[in-house]
């Protein structure tokens, strides 16, 4: 039942690492247990992060310690796509995402790339054009299955983030399994209760990527952009639209 603390064996969800007696590492405080990720997303009370299984999300409480690559505190401003390891009770919460019972600490491990939240960027501007298309929808579903630079974990935080800042329900699929489930009316060509956002990430360098994205709802009711082009500056990732295409 959701929202009631279970205790699950740790050694079947993802990298959760049981700790014995004493302190987790130099100076860290004591932990019962151990969970590796990434850091999705920072808010006022709790960060959002992605594990290693397919649908391991994890809402987090910023009332720990946290604790830089060298053990030295760090400040949560810091925090942004690091990979990082918390330390806890070993209590989890069964919740989506899921909570950590009794966090004590937080150690950033390494610095990742921050691409959920160049997309989320990406899914909200294609959101704000043509909002027409968005009139009156229940669903919103994604369609990741081309995108080559995100595990998992990210491609279900990236859809709990979008979706879940407009209030709407959010799911995984392309459009024949949208089909299938009922979702979409292939003989129609319409999403009637909802939305498609796909992004296809086409061809990556060192310098960055290349991508198309858009959101369709119809037939004749979509928005593309394509040729979008990625690059990393200063640690931030940006995006310029090659061109846009209405139906």
Same mark, same amino acid.
């Given at each position: 039942?959701?929202? /009631? =603390?279970?205790?699950?064996?740790?050694?079947?969800?993802?990298?959760?690492?049981? #700790?014995?007696?004493?302190?987790?590492?130099?100076?860290?405080?004591?932990?019962?247990?151990?969970?590796?990720? /990434?850091?999705? &997303?920072?808010?006022?009370?709790?960060?959002?992060?992605?594990?290693?299984?397919?649908?391991?999300?994890?809402?987090?409480?910023?009332?720990?310690?946290?604790?830089?690559?060298?053990?030295?505190?760090?400040?949560?401003?810091?925090? /942004?796509?690091?990979? *990082?390891?918390?330390?806890?009770?070993?209590?989890?919460?069964?919740?989506?995402?899921?909570?950590?019972?009794?966090? *004590?600490?937080? /150690?950033?491990?390494?610095?990742?790339?921050?691409?959920?939240?160049?997309?989320?960027?990406?899914?909200?501007?294609?959101?704000?054009?043509?909002?027409?298309?968005?009139?009156?929808?229940?669903?919103?579903?994604?369609?990741?299955?081309? *995108?080559?630079?995100?595990?998992?974990?990210?491609?279900?935080?990236?859809?709990?983030?979008?979706?879940?800042? &407009?209030?709407?329900?959010?799911?995984?699929?392309?459009?024949?399994?949208? =089909?299938?489930?009922?979702?979409?009316?292939?003989?129609?060509?319409?999403?009637?209760?909802?939305?498609?956002?796909?992004?296809? *990430?086409?061809?990556?360098?060192?310098?960055?990527?290349?991508?198309? =994205?858009?959101?369709?709802?119809?037939?004749?009711?979509?928005?593309?952009?394509?040729? #979008?082009?990625?690059?990393?500056?200063?640690?931030?990732?940006?995006?310029?639209?090659?061109?846009?295409?209405?139906?």
């Amino acid at each position: 039942m959701r929202g /009631k =603390a279970i205790f699950i064996v740790l050694a079947l969800i993802l990298i959760l690492t049981s #700790c014995t007696g004493g302190s987790t590492g130099r100076g860290l405080p004591k932990a019962d247990a151990i969970l590796t990720g /990434k850091i999705m &997303h920072v808010d006022n009370d709790s960060f959002l992060l992605a594990g290693e299984g397919a649908a391991d999300l994890f809402m987090v409480s910023k009332t720990l310690a946290i604790y830089d690559e060298e053990g030295r505190v760090a400040e949560t401003s810091d925090l /942004k796509g690091q990979t *990082v390891e918390i330390g806890f009770s070993g209590m989890v919460m069964e919740s989506y995402p899921a909570q950590l019972g009794e966090p *004590v600490y937080l /150690k950033i491990t390494g610095q990742g790339d921050d691409l959920v939240g160049l997309y989320q960027t990406v899914f909200e501007d294609l959101w704000d054009v043509d909002p027409g298309l968005n009139g009156e929808i229940e669903t919103m579903a994604f369609d990741l299955s081309k *995108v080559s630079n995100l595990s998992d974990s990210e491609k279900s935080a990236l859809i709990y983030l979008v979706s879940g800042s &407009h209030g709407i329900f959010g799911i995984s699929g392309t459009f024949d399994e949208l =089909a299938e489930q009922g979702y979409i009316d292939k003989d129609q060509l319409l999403f009637e209760k909802g939305i498609l956002f796909q992004l296809e *990430v086409t061809n990556t360098s060192k310098t960055g990527f290349v991508f198309n =994205a858009s959101k369709w709802r119809s037939g004749d009711g979509a928005y593309f952009y394509q040729d #979008c082009r990625a690059v990393e500056r200063d640690g931030n990732w940006e995006y310029t639209v090659g061109s846009e295409a209405i139906s």
